[in-house]
T-cell receptor, first 113, second 118 residues
Framework: QQQVKQSPQSLIVQKGGISIINCAYENTAFDYFPWYQQFPGKGPALLIAIRPDVSEKKEGRFTISFNKSAKQFSLHIMDSQPGDSATYFCAASKETSGSRLTFGEGTQLTVNP | DAGVIQSPRHEVTEMGQEVTLRCKPISGHNSLFWYRQTMMRGLELLIYFNNNVPIDDSGMPEDRFSAKMPNASFSTLKIQPSEPRDSAVYFC????????????????FGPGTRLTVL
């Protein structure tokens, strides 16, 4: 019940296109859903996060869509840029002090110029 | 703030040798996490501490791995003896808990230590 499943494993998008990465979780106790971005040679860094009491959160070109009944959430990158090329991880946790994050398997995004 | 500091950044060692990875969390952060990243297994949580106390070490692969946090500003991950299958990038992350932190569970990752065991 602790798993977070992420797809696709890799994604190639043309500059200006929309990148979509999907995640599904099992544990209904999860109430915090972040996306992390990792560039080669760097550690992951928080990109955007959402709570389950909203269905969508947007920050610039990045949007999380959340479907509580389906236990799914997705990251949409609008107007994708070559600088967005990175590995993206979804994650989930119980938003309590000291709780752990469960990460998805990661998606390697390549945006071609 | 300098962020999470890890050392060394790269380590090459021979099978059977002891390896010690070091981490300095962000000042004021109460939680510290050790992760291992490989192509095959992705990002795996090995162990995490709250207020210097180990909370969950279920991800530690076997007895060859041990982690300590003697104080709020320092942690080590030790592998003894090391094996080629331990080759990976090891990340340390820290997070504030309660108090000043208003929402969310953001973890701040260090740059990682790339370990190669020959």
């Amino acid at each position: 019940q602790q798993q977070v499943k992420q797809s696709p494993q890799s994604l190639i998008v043309q500059k200006g296109g929309i990148s979509i990465i999907n995640c599904a979780y099992e544990n209904t106790a999860f109430d915090y859903f972040p996306w992390y971005q990792q560039f080669p040679g760097k550690g992951p860094a928080l990109l955007i996060a959402i709570r389950p009491d909203v269905s969508e959160k947007k920050e610039g070109r990045f949007t999380i869509s959340f479907n509580k009944s389906a236990k799914q959430f997705s990251l949409h990158i609008m107007d994708s840029q070559p600088g967005d090329s990175a590995t993206y991880f979804c994650a989930a946790s119980k938003e309590t002090s000291g709780s752990r994050l469960t990460f998805g398997e990661g998606t390697q995004l390549t945006v071609n110029p | 703030d300098a962020g999470v500091i890890q050392s060394p950044r790269h380590e090459v060692t021979e099978m059977g040798q002891e390896v010690t990875l070091r981490c300095k969390p962000i000042s004021g952060h109460n939680s510290l996490f050790w992760y291992r990243q490989t192509m095959m297994r992705g990002l795996e949580l090995l162990i995490y501490f709250n207020n210097n106390v180990p909370i969950d070490d279920s991800g530690m692969p076997e007895d060859r791995f041990s982690a300590k946090m003697p104080n709020a500003s320092f942690s080590t991950l030790k592998i003894q003896p090391s094996e080629p299958r331990d080759s990976a990038v090891y990340f340390c992350a820290s997070r504030p808990t309660g108090g000043l932190y208003l929402w969310g569970n953001e973890q701040f990752f260090g740059p990682g230590t790339r370990l190669t065991v020959l």
